[in-house]
């Protein structure tokens, strides 16, 4: 199994920036990508990035792409979200899953692929 832990949320003004943290134990031979999805209640979850752990092939939706970055410390077992020039509209629950799935792709932006989530961490934006 592999156990997953978000950290790094919080509330910030309209054009700020955070830094969310996805920290992996347990398993972690396992999982081959990690991605980031956001949801806000009674909607989809919606893909962020992503990012393939063996080659660092990363994956950025269009909604966030020039703002967030994902990277990788990979001897911490570490994915980062780096979250730049923050709107309202990114106010929501960020999660943070792994899948077993051993390819890149841009598939790594949906969230049917993982088999691993973490509880999430709440992000809110001021206006």
């Known amino acids: 199994q592999v156990q997953l832990v978000e950290s790094g949320g919080g509330s910030v003004q309209a054009g700020g920036a955070l830094k969310l943290s996805c920290a992996a134990s347990?398993?972690?031979?396992?999982?081959?990508?990690v991605g980031w999805f956001r949801q806000l209640p009674g909607k989809e979850r919606e893909g962020v990035a992503c990012?393939?752990?063996?080659?660092?092939?990363?994956y950025v939706a269009e909604s966030v792409k020039g703002r967030f970055t994902i990277s990788q410390d990979n001897a911490k077992n570490i994915v980062y979200l780096q979250m730049n020039s923050l709107k309202a509209e990114d106010t929501a629950m960020y999660y943070c899953a792994a899948t077993s799935r051993s390819y890149a792709g841009t598939w790594c932006l949906f969230s049917d692929g993982y088999d691993y989530w973490g509880q999430g961490t709440q992000v809110t934006v001021s206006s």
């Open positions: 990012i393939y752990t063996r080659g660092g092939h990363t």
């Open positions: 347990g398993e972690t031979y396992r999982y081959y990508s």
